[in-house]
């Protein structure tokens, strides 16, 4: 059986680190070569093109962190989740998400997010 909340963990990672080394190494670890991503924001493919759309996120939402918003739910090779976005510690997040993963061989092939509160 597939761990998908320890996918989901270490699929926060990357989006958490700011040391550019070490985020490409996470998304490297955690996502297929040829993964895609694609939220209403943008569809990227590839390691490189995760780690520019993850490295603009940050520029964007500096000193924010992403944080699992609930419980993982999974079957076969797929799983949603929702993510939270804000200071850590703070009660209300700034963004809230929903995303749907597809893994193969405990990696991730594909993300389909979507956005349900976004900051004005």
């Known amino acids: 059986m597939t761990d998908f909340t320890g996918i989901v963990e270490r699929y926060l990672a990357p989006w958490n680190e700011t040391d550019p080394v070490k985020r490409?190494?996470?998304?490297?670890?955690?996502?297929s070569d040829d993964a895609t991503y694609t939220d209403p924001l943008g569809?990227?493919?590839g390691t490189a093109g995760l780690d520019q759309f993850i490295a603009a996120a940050q520029q964007q939402f500096g000193?924010?962190?992403f944080s699992l918003g609930g419980k993982v739910d999974g079957?076969?090779?797929?799983?949603?989740?929702t993510w939270h976005l804000g200071p850590e510690g703070a009660e209300e997040p700034l963004a809230v998400g929903f995303d749907v993963i597809v893994v193969?061989?405990?990696?991730?092939?594909?993300?389909?997010g979507f956005l349900?509160?976004?900051p004005g």
């Not at 193969?104 to 389909?112: A, G, L």
């Open 24 to 31: 490409r190494e996470l998304i490297e670890q955690v996502f």
């Open 43 to 45: 569809a990227v493919r």
């Open 63 to 65: 000193g924010l962190s």
């Open 75 to 81: 079957h076969h090779d797929i799983a949603r989740f």
């Open 104 to 112: 193969e061989d405990d990696r991730i092939r594909q993300v389909h």
């Open 116 to 118: 349900d509160k976004v």
